[in-house]
């Protein structure tokens, strides 16, 4: 076929944006007023002049995940004009949310930083797996059928309509012909043969009746769905072609009608030209749409493969080239469309076996993956012209590998996407505890936001979908009272692929599970810098989050307690972070928060978030982890942290320990710290059966169990260590009292 046709095939580049997908939600009914609503608290405080990060991030997500793509581009434009956005995935959703609301090269110009930024840029993704390994996993997908009804000369170019299989032959049947002198055949005509029952059974073939065939070349003929209209490629015969001498003849795709049978006045459609080749015409499946193969100005590559639409009154829009991804440096030809916008073409400019291969590749797919049909379709020889039942999975396509272009039949065994089929698993935890979260949902979405396949987690948090290693995905997370997440899923990568979520909605009249607002909203933790009390700017619209919270919810109550890093000593540390505590309180006092819902309580380096304590070398930021504070719902006590083992008292016990109505000034050594008296006479009992003298005062609401009272810093050092050579082995602190 290299000698008769030069052709061109690219593949067709679809890029729409589908409504986002929402996600099942579970039945549980809710009382709202009994669950804080992140997104009010995030948007009064993004409403009061407030910025962050994390703030505009979260806006955007929220917007985003419920298909508010208006909404979502208003927060990530402040996002990406304020921040210097590292996390890859942002780019990928702010450039489907520009997509969405008609920004297309602003969308697609994000899309490339998207690519460079999760080090994409660079691979070729229709290829990044290994080629060969491709074509072997397809070979021997289909059966091979012969097909009797193909000559000593030219077969090819099959397209079937009714009960009737439309191909090219330069066969004479006896006739006197025209000899093509640059093939050494006839010149084509467009036959028909019909298809009887059984499989591939055919009648006699015969050429066409009207105004289709000539004396010259006419092949690859596509008819519309109604039967009425055919379009075929014809050597351009315009009268007007001033031929130099062993000039190669042109091609044009011609249009007829048909009339009682017979096909009537064929047109030379307005894309072809008299100095460049149009061929191959195929329709879509609406027949809106047709697609052919040129070689006019302004291609990529030898020939290439271009679309142009159909008006209501016939005429031809401007043709589209279908871009690098289909089209490459060499030639694309022969294109077919199946029902479902399947693209099967020809290409000897993509990776194969050797001259033209058959590629396969789902137009409908925001990112093409590209494949090879494999053997016995495609082999060493030109392999092209395929087309096929979507129903039944029987099909023709042409080669040469006979020695002269025939036609081929086949039976489809598996789809050619199939080799690549493979499951995808894992897990979905708490991103704060680690435990596996049971039903979530888990969705499969294609490049246009089209859910493929969902499943939910179980007991153990476990997922399995199925997917193609071959197509680029994203993987939508969805859980109630947790935040909605996405993670974008490139071609080729393998299993387990764990995911994790953030809580987004607490129950603040829980009992038992003191929460930390902070983690409720996903806040910014409030970080000091090293040895100050000062709230910084970052750690303000943080706080802000907070006030609005407990605006929207007048009967939650909550605990501020401030922690340092170890560094510095253990007295110095727990004034710095009873400071730190008191500003927050009197910040959050000041923006109208009653001081009667609020305690706060500072703790020192006690509790420590990792392993860095004055014994150990830390850098900057794993000391950071530890200088924070929390918010605990529900005037928490300390017993989240320090009652591991304690006995839940009740209320009708008489305790022999009376509190001292007020501390004096001086130096405490600190065993524990209480809010109620829930533990506190089980932790009490312990103490006084290691026969130690526990006493305690009260301070800001709080409990303090303590083991002695010294006047000096001195005293109170010289104690510490007499207990810490002792029996008792759990930490003590020193606590100031001014």
């Given at each position: 076929m290299k000698k008769i046709f030069p052709v061109v095939l690219i593949l067709f580049s679809m890029i729409s944006m589908g409504q986002e997908l929402k996600l099942e939600r579970a039945?549980?009914?809710?009382?709202k007023l009994n669950y804080i609503d992140a997104e009010s608290v995030y948007l009064k405080v993004a409403n009061k002049g407030f910025a962050s990060e994390e703030l505009f991030k979260r806006l955007g997500d929220i917007y985003y995940f419920n298909g508010n793509y208006k909404e979502a581009e208003n927060w990530y434009n402040k996002l990406f004009d304020g921040f210097e956005v590292s996390d890859p995935q942002y780019f990928l959703r702010y450039s489907q949310t520009l997509k969405s609301c008609g920004k297309d090269s602003l969308a697609a110009s994000t899309y490339d930083l998207f690519l460079h930024k999760a080090g994409i840029r660079g691979k070729d993704l229709a290829s990044s797996l290994d080629y060969e390994q491709i074509i072997a996993q397809n070979a021997d997908r289909v059966d091979l059928v012969p097909i009797s009804f193909n000559s000593d000369d030219i077969d090819f170019g099959t397209f079937v309509h009714g009960n009737y299989l439309y191909f090219s032959s330069s066969r004479s049947k006896g006739r006197t012909r025209m000899i093509d002198t640059w093939s050494s055949y006839?010149?084509?005509?467009?036959?028909?043969?019909?298809?009887?029952?059984?499989?591939?059974?055919?009648?006699?073939?015969?050429?066409i009746k009207g105004a289709v065939n000539t004396k010259y070349h006419e092949s690859t003929p596509v008819i519309s769905k109604d039967g009425n209209t055919i379009y075929f490629t014809r050597t351009n015969i315009s009268p007007k072609m001033d031929r130099k001498k062993h000039e190669v003849d042109h091609l044009k795709i011609y249009r007829a009608i048909q009339v009682n049978g017979k096909?009537?006045?064929?047109?030379?459609?307005?894309?072809?030209?008299?100095?460049?080749?149009t061929a191959h015409p195929m329709l879509s499946p609406d027949g809106n749409t047709l697609y052919f193969v040129s070689d006019m100005p302004g291609g990529i590559g030898e020939t290439d493969i271009y679309s142009v639409v159909i008006n209501v009154d016939g005429s031809l829009?401007?043709?589209?080239?279908?871009?690098?991804?289909?089209?490459?440096?060499?030639?694309?030809?022969?294109?077919?469309?199946t029902d479902d916008y399947g693209l099967y073409f020809a290409s000897d400019g993509h990776?194969?076996?050797?001259?033209?291969?058959?590629?396969?590749?789902?137009?409908?797919?925001?990112?093409?993956?590209?494949?090879?049909?494999?053997?016995?379709?495609?082999?060493?020889?030109?392999?092209?012209?395929?087309?096929?039942?979507?129903?039944?999975?029987?099909?023709?396509f042409s080669s040469n590998r006979g020695g002269v272009d025939?036609?081929?039949?086949?039976?489809?065994?598996?789809?050619?996407?199939?080799?690549?089929?493979?499951e995808l698993t894992g897990t979905v935890s708490d991103i704060k505890t680690g435990e596996p979260i049971d039903g979530a949902t888990i969705a499969l979405l294609d490049g246009n936001r089209k859910a493929l396949e969902a499943d939910r987690t179980n007991e153990k948090g476990n997922y399995h979908l199925s997917r193609n290693l071959m197509e680029d995905y994203t993987l939508r997370v969805?859980?109630?009272g947790y935040d909605t997440t996405d993670k974008y899923v490139p071609k080729g990568t393998g299993s387990p692929l764990d995911l994790s979520l953030t809580k987004s909605v607490v129950n603040p009249i829980a009992g038992e599970n003191q929460a930390d607002l902070s983690d409720v909203l996903n806040l910014s933790k409030i970080y000091f810098d090293f040895d100050d009390y000062s709230l910084t700017d970052e750690s303000i619209v943080e706080l802000e989050k907070i006030v609005e919270a407990l605006k929207l919810h007048p009967q939650i109550k909550i605990s501020i307690r401030s922690h340092t890093d170890s560094r510095g000593t253990a007295s110095y540390n727990l004034k710095l972070s009873q400071r730190r505590a008191?500003?927050?309180?009197?910040?959050?006092?000041?923006?109208?928060?009653?001081?009667?819902?609020?305690?706060?309580?500072?703790?020192?380096?006690?509790?420590?978030?990792?392993?860095?304590?004055?014994?150990?070398?830390?850098?900057e930021e794993q000391h950071l982890k530890n200088r924070r504070t929390e918010f605990i719902i529900g005037h928490g006590a300390i017993s989240d942290l320090d009652n591991q083992g304690l006995e839940e008292g009740t209320d009708d016990v008489a305790y022999e320990w009376q509190p001292e109505e007020d501390a004096r000034k001086g130096f405490y050594l600190i065993a524990n710290v209480f809010k109620t008296e829930k533990y506190f006479k089980s932790f009490m009992d312990q103490l006084k059966h290691r026969e130690l003298q526990p006493k305690v005062f009260e301070k800001n609401h709080f409990l303090y169990v303590y083991l002695g009272y010294f006047k000096t810093l001195e005293e109170a050092k010289k104690e510490l260590n007499h207990y810490n050579e002792g029996e008792y082995k759990e930490k003590l602190w020193i606590y100031e009292v001014e």
């Amino acid at each position: 076929m290299k000698k008769i046709f030069p052709v061109v095939l690219i593949l067709f580049s679809m890029i729409s944006m589908g409504q986002e997908l929402k996600l099942e939600r579970a039945d549980e009914d809710f009382d709202k007023l009994n669950y804080i609503d992140a997104e009010s608290v995030y948007l009064k405080v993004a409403n009061k002049g407030f910025a962050s990060e994390e703030l505009f991030k979260r806006l955007g997500d929220i917007y985003y995940f419920n298909g508010n793509y208006k909404e979502a581009e208003n927060w990530y434009n402040k996002l990406f004009d304020g921040f210097e956005v590292s996390d890859p995935q942002y780019f990928l959703r702010y450039s489907q949310t520009l997509k969405s609301c008609g920004k297309d090269s602003l969308a697609a110009s994000t899309y490339d930083l998207f690519l460079h930024k999760a080090g994409i840029r660079g691979k070729d993704l229709a290829s990044s797996l290994d080629y060969e390994q491709i074509i072997a996993q397809n070979a021997d997908r289909v059966d091979l059928v012969p097909i009797s009804f193909n000559s000593d000369d030219i077969d090819f170019g099959t397209f079937v309509h009714g009960n009737y299989l439309y191909f090219s032959s330069s066969r004479s049947k006896g006739r006197t012909r025209m000899i093509d002198t640059w093939s050494s055949y006839p010149f084509l005509d467009v036959y028909k043969v019909e298809i009887k029952q059984g499989d591939f059974e055919f009648g006699e073939p015969r050429a066409i009746k009207g105004a289709v065939n000539t004396k010259y070349h006419e092949s690859t003929p596509v008819i519309s769905k109604d039967g009425n209209t055919i379009y075929f490629t014809r050597t351009n015969i315009s009268p007007k072609m001033d031929r130099k001498k062993h000039e190669v003849d042109h091609l044009k795709i011609y249009r007829a009608i048909q009339v009682n049978g017979k096909w009537k006045d064929a047109e030379d459609l307005s894309i072809n030209g008299d100095n460049y080749s149009t061929a191959h015409p195929m329709l879509s499946p609406d027949g809106n749409t047709l697609y052919f193969v040129s070689d006019m100005p302004g291609g990529i590559g030898e020939t290439d493969i271009y679309s142009v639409v159909i008006n209501v009154d016939g005429s031809l829009g401007k043709p589209v080239n279908l871009g690098p991804s289909i089209n490459t440096k060499g030639r694309e030809s022969f294109p077919f469309i199946t029902d479902d916008y399947g693209l099967y073409f020809a290409s000897d400019g993509h990776f194969g076996l050797g001259g033209y291969d058959i590629f396969y590749v789902d137009l409908k797919s925001a990112k093409k993956g590209l494949y090879n049909l494999g053997e016995p379709t495609n082999g060493p020889f030109d392999d092209y012209g395929f087309w096929m039942d979507d129903t039944t999975k029987k099909g023709f396509f042409s080669s040469n590998r006979g020695g002269v272009d025939n036609i081929y039949g086949f039976i489809e065994k598996r789809l050619v996407t199939s080799a690549f089929e493979q499951e995808l698993t894992g897990t979905v935890s708490d991103i704060k505890t680690g435990e596996p979260i049971d039903g979530a949902t888990i969705a499969l979405l294609d490049g246009n936001r089209k859910a493929l396949e969902a499943d939910r987690t179980n007991e153990k948090g476990n997922y399995h979908l199925s997917r193609n290693l071959m197509e680029d995905y994203t993987l939508r997370v969805d859980k109630e009272g947790y935040d909605t997440t996405d993670k974008y899923v490139p071609k080729g990568t393998g299993s387990p692929l764990d995911l994790s979520l953030t809580k987004s909605v607490v129950n603040p009249i829980a009992g038992e599970n003191q929460a930390d607002l902070s983690d409720v909203l996903n806040l910014s933790k409030i970080y000091f810098d090293f040895d100050d009390y000062s709230l910084t700017d970052e750690s303000i619209v943080e706080l802000e989050k907070i006030v609005e919270a407990l605006k929207l919810h007048p009967q939650i109550k909550i605990s501020i307690r401030s922690h340092t890093d170890s560094r510095g000593t253990a007295s110095y540390n727990l004034k710095l972070s009873q400071r730190r505590a008191e500003a927050t309180f009197n910040y959050l006092v000041k923006q109208g928060i009653s001081p009667a819902r609020l305690t706060y309580i500072g703790l020192g380096e006690k509790y420590l978030l990792n392993d860095c304590d004055e014994k150990v070398d830390c850098a900057e930021e794993q000391h950071l982890k530890n200088r924070r504070t929390e918010f605990i719902i529900g005037h928490g006590a300390i017993s989240d942290l320090d009652n591991q083992g304690l006995e839940e008292g009740t209320d009708d016990v008489a305790y022999e320990w009376q509190p001292e109505e007020d501390a004096r000034k001086g130096f405490y050594l600190i065993a524990n710290v209480f809010k109620t008296e829930k533990y506190f006479k089980s932790f009490m009992d312990q103490l006084k059966h290691r026969e130690l003298q526990p006493k305690v005062f009260e301070k800001n609401h709080f409990l303090y169990v303590y083991l002695g009272y010294f006047k000096t810093l001195e005293e109170a050092k010289k104690e510490l260590n007499h207990y810490n050579e002792g029996e008792y082995k759990e930490k003590l602190w020193i606590y100031e009292v001014e």
